[in-house]
């Protein structure tokens, strides 16, 4: 059995986000199976991490901030502001999609684990999602 849904996520500012709490209603379809999140943006990024302690989110943040800078010198890329290109880097370090089981209808993330909207752009529109779930 295959089931195709779209999320269409609130806006929300740049930063790191658990976002999992919008997608566990539309599994349950399938009860053995995977998962397939897709985000349809180019600046924005998905990503599993820890979904306990808020300062992981900030610090995940403050990292890639430090790592790719917004208005860097090099970028030529600059049209829709300081923070577009930036954002666009982070996004191709980072991924648009994930992949996860499926078990007894459930998401089967480790007991830590969360999945995060990483938002690259200060002012961001509201994010979409293509959920596929494939299975029995």
Same mark, same amino acid.
């Given at each position: 059995?295959?089931? *195709?849904?779209?999320?269409?996520?609130?806006? $929300?500012?740049?930063?790191?986000?658990?976002?999992?709490?919008?997608?566990?209603?539309?599994?349950?379809?399938?009860?053995?199976?995977?998962?397939?999140?897709?985000? *349809?943006?180019?600046?924005?990024?998905?990503?599993?991490?820890?979904?306990?302690?808020?300062?992981?989110?900030?610090?995940?943040?403050?990292?890639?901030?430090?790592?790719?800078?917004? /208005?860097?010198?090099?970028?030529?890329?600059?049209?829709?502001? /300081?923070?577009?290109?930036?954002?666009?880097?982070?996004?191709? $370090?980072?991924?648009?999609?994930?992949?996860?089981?499926?078990?007894?209808?459930?998401?089967?993330?480790?007991?830590? *684990?969360?999945?995060?909207?990483?938002?690259?752009?200060?002012?961001?529109?509201?994010?979409?999602?293509?959920?596929? *779930?494939?299975?029995?």
């Amino acid at each position: 059995m295959t089931h *195709q849904s779209q999320i269409t996520l609130p806006k $929300f500012n740049r930063g790191v986000y658990l976002i999992t709490k919008y997608i566990e209603p539309h599994i349950g379809l399938i009860k053995t199976g995977i998962i397939n999140i897709f985000l *349809q943006h180019t600046s924005a990024s998905l990503a599993i991490n820890e979904n306990y302690e808020k300062d992981v989110r900030l610090d995940v943040e403050d990292f890639l901030n430090s790592l790719i800078p917004d /208005c860097w010198s090099g970028f030529r890329h600059t049209l829709e502001g /300081c923070d577009d290109m930036s954002a666009h880097m982070k996004n191709i $370090f980072i991924g648009s999609s994930l992949t996860i089981p499926i078990s007894n209808g459930k998401l089967n993330l480790g007991t830590w *684990q969360g999945i995060y909207l990483l938002e690259h752009r200060d002012y961001a529109s509201n994010r979409n999602l293509i959920i596929t *779930q494939i299975g029995e």
